[in-house]
């Protein structure tokens, strides 16, 4: 049973940082891919980012420059640094996974199976 975590959102300051983290457990994929995606009221969940197993990782271009995702195996454990963030970054973020050999390609326009429950972003 694979479980995801988030943590770490907040409220901060245009041109602020906050960084997310995704606790995983339970998964015992030998390649995957993670990612990050956020959906603001009234709008479609939008994928942010993503990273396999071998550290390859592909960015929206809204967040390019800005945000970097990162895993920490040891402690199962995947991050998104955010900076410099603009109002239009306020939404619930959720971090998500996938089995890479059920999906190929790790990539935001992918489909996730498992998610997390999410974390709020606001920047004002």
């Known amino acids: 049973h694979v479980q995801l975590v988030e943590s770490g959102g907040g409220s901060v300051q245009a041109g602020g940082s906050l960084r997310l983290s995704c606790a995983a457990s339970?998964?015992?994929?030998?390649?995957?891919?993670m990612g990050w995606f956020r959906q603001a009221p009234g709008k479609e969940r939008e994928g942010v980012a993503a990273?396999?197993?071998?550290?390859?990782?592909s960015y929206a271009d809204s967040v390019k420059g800005r945000f970097t995702i990162s895993k920490d195996n040891a402690k199962n454990t995947l991050y998104l640094q955010m900076d410099n963030l603009k109002p239009e970054d306020t939404a619930m973020y959720y971090c998500?996974?996938?089995?890479?050999?059920?999906?190929?390609?790790?990539?935001?326009?992918?489909?996730?199976?498992?998610w997390g429950q999410g974390t709020q972003v606001t920047v004002s």
């Open positions: 998500a996974a996938e089995d890479l050999a059920t999906i190929f390609v790790c990539h935001i326009v992918k489909p996730f199976t498992h």
């Open positions: 990273i396999d197993s071998d550290g390859s990782t």
């Open positions: 339970g998964y015992t994929y030998s390649r995957y891919c």
